[in-house]
């Protein structure tokens, strides 16, 4: 899979998203409110970037672009300031009712994540040796956000556990993802710099 050339576009993008809902309007006022499709793209995004470059890296940009075209793949991007570097948190680990089980607690105060985001997780072993050696390390969807400041993953069934004192986890989420460009625009305003705009479609392939 190619990864977008390392060029930064300018600030001041725009990023779109809109989620894939089917609402069914009922009486009173009231509605249904579906999502479709599978879990982890239900909410594609589309972001409008520029890049204001020298006439070099917009002939890298376009010839990279154009490749995309010939060979019909999606490309790797991370947008800027997209995704977050490791957070230290705490985490527990039971089934909801104080008995061993699947159900992972992380606490981080404003921690940023949605669910069905993708974290790639580590997890520091109980202090307690009764409580286990802790979850797998790895990457865990979100399976709930509670509020701001807690989030649930889920282990597998040879993970279950009880653990009730807080311990240490690192996670990271990756702000890459699979995009399109389905066309872009390019201006050459003075000698040697030019701007190119164009809009990345999220595409959700493996």
Same mark, same amino acid.
């Given at each position: 899979?190619?990864?977008?050339?390392?060029?930064?576009?300018?600030?001041g993008?725009?990023?779109?998203?809109?989620?894939?809902v089917?609402?069914?309007?009922?009486?009173?006022?009231?509605?249904?409110?579906?999502?479709?499709?599978?879990?982890?793209?239900?909410?594609?995004?589309?972001?409008?970037?520029?890049?204001?470059?020298?006439?070099?890296?917009?002939?890298?940009?376009?010839?990279?672009?154009?490749?995309?075209?010939?060979?019909?793949?999606?490309?790797?991007?991370?947008?800027?300031?997209?995704?977050?570097?490791?957070?230290?948190?705490?985490?527990?680990?039971?089934?909801?009712?104080?008995?061993?089980?699947?159900?992972?607690?992380?606490? &981080?105060?404003?921690?940023?994540?949605?669910?069905?985001d993708?974290?790639?997780?580590? &997890?520091?072993?109980p202090?307690?040796?009764?409580?286990?050696?802790?979850?797998?390390?790895?990457?865990?969807?979100?399976?709930?956000?509670?509020?701001?400041?807690?989030?649930?993953?889920s282990?597998?069934?040879?993970d279950?556990?009880?653990?009730?004192?807080?311990?240490?986890?690192?996670?990271?989420?990756?702000?890459?993802?699979q995009?399109?460009?389905?066309s872009?625009?390019?201006?050459?305003?003075?000698?040697?710099?030019?701007?190119?705009?164009?809009?990345?479609?999220?595409?959700?392939?493996?």
């Amino acid at each position: 899979m190619a990864t977008f050339p390392s060029i930064t576009p300018t600030y001041g993008m725009r990023k779109q998203s809109k989620p894939k809902v089917r609402v069914t309007s009922l009486g009173d006022g009231y509605e249904f409110r579906a999502l479709y499709g599978l879990p982890l793209s239900q909410d594609p995004k589309v972001y409008d970037l520029t890049f204001n470059v020298s006439e070099t890296n917009a002939d890298v940009i376009e010839a990279f672009l154009r490749s995309r075209v010939a060979d019909q793949a999606s490309f790797t991007f991370t947008p800027p300031a997209e995704g977050f570097s490791a957070k230290t948190g705490t985490y527990v680990q039971s089934n909801g009712s104080g008995v061993a089980g699947t159900i992972i607690t992380v606490t &981080f105060a404003n921690h940023g994540v949605a669910i069905g985001d993708v974290l790639t997780v580590d &997890f520091t072993a109980p202090a307690d040796p009764d409580e286990g050696s802790g979850p797998t390390d790895g990457s865990y969807v979100v399976a709930s956000s509670a509020d701001v400041n807690t989030f649930t993953l889920s282990s597998t069934s040879a993970d279950s556990a009880l653990i009730t004192v807080a311990t240490n986890v690192n996670f990271t989420l990756s702000g890459a993802g699979q995009y399109v460009c389905d066309s872009w625009t390019k201006t050459i305003p003075y000698n040697n710099r030019a701007i190119i705009n164009c809009s990345f479609r999220e595409v959700f392939e493996p």
